[in-house]
Nanobody, 125 residues
Framework: EVQLQASGGGLVQAGGSLRLSCATF????????IGWFRQAPGKEREYVAC?????????YYAHSIKGRFTISGNNAKNTVLLQMNSLKSEDGAVYYC?????????????????WGQGTLVTVSS
């Protein structure tokens, strides 16, 4: 059974940092891309970042977070991290990780095969 477990959310002041973790179980890590999405109250779920876990290890970022967030993969631990720096109030949302079978890191959430349960990030101004 494939499972994704997102963790690391919390309350942080604007300008601060958080590191989210997505632990994966039951999948062949290198065959997948892992994406992070977020959903704020009353808004659509949006693409944040993605990493292809194949040898290319390519990273993709949404324009709104580029330069502030960094995605990385630990193949030994089957875990993907999202380091979030210089947080803004508009970054507050529930963050989800998702797995896509393949290396192309699609921005469309409906392309993803498996989802974690979400972790809440609250940014106070």
């Amino acid at each position: 059974e494939v499972q994704l477990q997102a963790s690391g959310g919390g309350l942080v002041q604007a300008g601060g940092s958080l590191r989210l973790s997505c632990a994966t179980f039951g999948l062949t890590f290198e065959d997948y891309s892992i994406g992070w999405f977020r959903q704020a109250p009353g808004k659509e779920r949006e693409y944040v970042a993605c990493i292809s876990l194949s040898e290319s290890s390519t990273h993709y970022y949404a324009h709104s977070i580029k330069g502030r967030f960094t995605i990385s993969g630990n193949n030994a631990k089957n875990t993907v991290l999202l380091q979030m720096n210089s947080l803004k109030s508009e970054d507050g949302a529930v963050y989800y990780c998702a797995a896509y079978w393949g290396s192309s890191c699609p921005e469309d959430q409906y392309e993803y095969d498996y989802w974690g349960q979400g972790t809440l990030v609250t940014v106070s101004s």
